[in-house]
């Protein structure tokens, strides 16, 4: 079974993510801002990660710099959510290492759509 690590603030979304990839057959480990996803991203085995932007502590972008910067990261697609389509947060994402990208609000089938492409 794949583990996914779901990285937001909002209990709901985390609690959206969780009962959309759990009943498609995902495990999902949930943190609650950057700082809890590394610690749990560097020492749990995980397949993939999401993560929001705006997080207290430390936001998307500086969680996934650091995680890039750990050697178990390699491989793992991280999706980067955010309620900002501007494209040059896209491509700052992209640049520190997220494999794609999802606005917020999206739907469950957006949602498992991206995970399957990402975990094959």
Known sequence: MKTVLAVD????????????LRGAGYNVIEAVDGQDA???????KIDAVLT???????DGLGFIRA????PSSQGIP???L????????KQEARSVGALGWM????????????????LG
Do not use: Y
Request: charged share 20%; no cysteine.
């Open 9 to 20: 603030d909002s209990p709901s979304i985390r609690q959206m993510v969780g009962l959309t």
């Open 38 to 44: 590394l610690e749990k991203a560097t020492t749990l």
């Open 52 to 58: 929001d932007q705006n997080m207290p502590n430390l």
């Open 67 to 70: 995680f890039r910067a750990h």
């Open 78 to 80: 991280v999706i980067f």
């Open 82 to 89: 955010s309620t900002d389509s501007a494209d040059a947060l």
């Open 103 to 118: 606005v917020k609000p999206f739907s469950q089938a957006q949602l498992l759509s991206v995970i399957q492409k990402v």
